[in-house]
């Protein structure tokens, strides 16, 4: 491997960390910002980290500003019933 691709693999390593990171979302929007175009993966948690809802998996997006929507709702469709406040994860992962 050489340098130059190391030292991107580090960036997205670094930069997969901080998508991860989990960021507090109502029903509504979120927005969180790509460093690189890859695929990625998102999902709903509630205050305990129980999975509430998966939101997409294995889309591909640009680099930049991504909207985050969500209505409010389980995996079941019904209004999310576990603790608030909400947090939306997201992976940058390329994988497929």
Same mark, same amino acid.
């Given at each position: 491997?050489?340098?130059?691709?190391? &030292? &991107?693999a580090a960036w997205l390593l670094l930069a997969l960390? *901080? &998508?991860? $990171?989990?960021?507090? =979302?109502?029903?509504g *929007?979120?927005?969180v910002d790509l460093p690189c175009a $890859?695929?990625?993966?998102?999902? #709903?948690?509630?205050?305990s980290g129980r999975l509430i809802r998966a939101l997409w998996s294995g889309r591909p997006y640009p680099a930049g500003p &991504?909207? #985050?929507?969500?209505?409010g709702r389980g995996d079941d469709?019904?209004?999310?019933a576990g603790?608030?406040?909400?947090? =939306?994860?997201v992976v940058a992962h390329n994988v497929r």
């Open positions: 491997m050489r340098c130059r691709d190391r &030292l &991107l960390f *901080a &998508l991860s $990171c989990p960021r507090p =979302v109502a029903a *929007a979120a927005t $890859c695929r990625t993966s998102a999902a #709903i948690f509630d205050s &991504l909207a #985050i929507q969500w209505d469709g019904k209004p999310a603790a608030a406040p909400y947090q =939306v994860r």
